[in-house]
């Protein structure tokens, strides 16, 4: 089992920045990507960005440039730098695990809000 944990979340304005983290406990060493999605108010949760075991990244087109994920495997914490925040940005960020078996795991979310 591995349990998640998010913060960072909250309120920002439109075009100022925001940093989320999420802790992993438990089973660390089966954990291979990190990962967050975004849950928008009546909209299907959408995949954000990933990072794998080794630092390799992969973004959502929309968020290429203006989000960044790293992973501090020490830790066993990966975070989400989000700059030039957008209303649409607005949404429940969720972190998400996969381990080497390919089991998932998802944190309880955290809520970002941006206003214009």
């Known amino acids: 089992q591995v349990q998640l944990v998010e913060s960072g979340g909250g309120l920002v304005q439109a075009g100022g920045s925001l940093r989320l983290s999420c802790a992993a406990s438990?089973?660390?060493?089966?954990?291979?990507?990190m990962a967050w999605y975004r849950q928008a108010p009546g909209k299907q949760r959408e995949f954000v960005a990933v990072i794998t075991r080794d630092g390799s990244t992969n973004y959502a087109g929309a968020m290429k440039g203006r989000f960044t994920i790293t992973r501090n495997n020490t830790k066993n914490t990966v975070y989400l730098q989000m700059n030039s925040r957008k209303p649409e940005d607005t949404a429940v960020y969720y972190c998400n695990v996969q381990t080497i078996l390919s089991k998932t795991y998802w944190g309880q979310g955290t809520q970002v809000t941006v206003s214009s």
């Open positions: 438990g089973n660390i060493f089966s954990i291979n990507t």
